[in-house]
């Protein structure tokens, strides 16, 4: 479980400080598939950086199954990144010399495993988002979607408690975002891995279990989302 209480981060000094993240406090269960969502600059990147400790906050507390991750130093808080928190960017930040094996791969030497396990595991992962057949492909060689899914086996491969996702679909065609969603409602229900995903597109919030919606660097509104409907309803619809 997460326990975010009064989280707040304020950059700059004086005059022109800005209040990203105005005191925020939040729980996320264990299985839990969270939509952030909220108009541009309302702070949700703000929050999953701080979710997935890439930054600190100004104050606040955030505890993460149990550890406190603020009183960790830097180091310790590099290694609980590696090896508990999965983070999907909008760009999908691959590295472009590497194929989607190797990139997929970086991460899971965190694990301390032998390089062979290392590469069952990485092409285990692929194949688990579809991409069983493309593990020697450079980024360049492949779709936007697929460099998603890439970057997504990345971020699942060391089995993380919390995959976080900022706009994972943002530079994706309706079609793509789809395959995306499907596959994280996909991972949230066999897996029950736990998502926080930023999104502004109004048809992905049938995919979520909650929606926690931002504005001006507070949680204005928290939506329990009945999960009878088949998410994957024609999303132009
Ligand atoms: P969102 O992801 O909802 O669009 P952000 O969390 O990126 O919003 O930003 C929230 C607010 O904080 C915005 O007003 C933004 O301009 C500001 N902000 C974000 N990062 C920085 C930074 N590094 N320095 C100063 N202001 C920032
Ligand atoms: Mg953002």
Redesign the pocket.
């Known amino acids: 479980m997460i326990i975010g209480s009064d989280l707040r981060r304020y950059?700059?000094l004086g005059a022109v400080q800005?209040r990203?993240l105005d005191g925020v406090s939040l729980k996320i269960q264990k299985g839990e598939f969270v939509g952030v969502m909220?108009p541009?600059?309302?702070?949700?990147?703000?929050l999953l950086h701080l979710l997935g400790l890439l930054d600190r906050p100004t104050s606040g507390s955030l505890h993460i199954d149990g550890v406190d991750v603020g009183a960790l130093d830097e180091r310790a808080r590099t290694v609980f990144r590696l090896r508990r928190l999965g983070y999907v960017f909008q760009d999908y930040a691959l590295v472009p010399e590497l194929t989607a094996q190797e990139n997929v791969y970086l991460p899971s030497m965190a694990r301390g495993m032998t390089s062979q396990e290392c590469t069952l595991v990485c092409n285990d992962i692929l194949g688990v988002v579809g991409l069983g057949d493309r593990i020697h492909h450079l980024p360049s060689q492949m779709s936007g979607g697929e460099q998603q899914r890439v970057a997504i086996a990345r971020a699942l491969v060391n089995r993380p408690a919390l995959l976080l996702a900022d706009e994972p679909c943002a530079n994706l065609d309706t079609r793509n975002s789809k395959v995306i969603l499907d596959l994280f409602k996909k991972l949230n229900r066999d897996l029950h891995q736990t998502i926080v995903m930023v999104s502004h597109e109004e048809w992905h919030t049938r995919y979520f279990d909650r929606i926690i919606s931002?504005k001006d660097g507070v949680i204005e509104t928290e939506i329990q989302v009945k999960q009878d409907a088949d998410p994957g309803v024609d999303p132009s619809g």
């Open positions: 950059y700059g800005v990203a909220g541009s600059g309302s702070g949700k990147s703000t931002m």
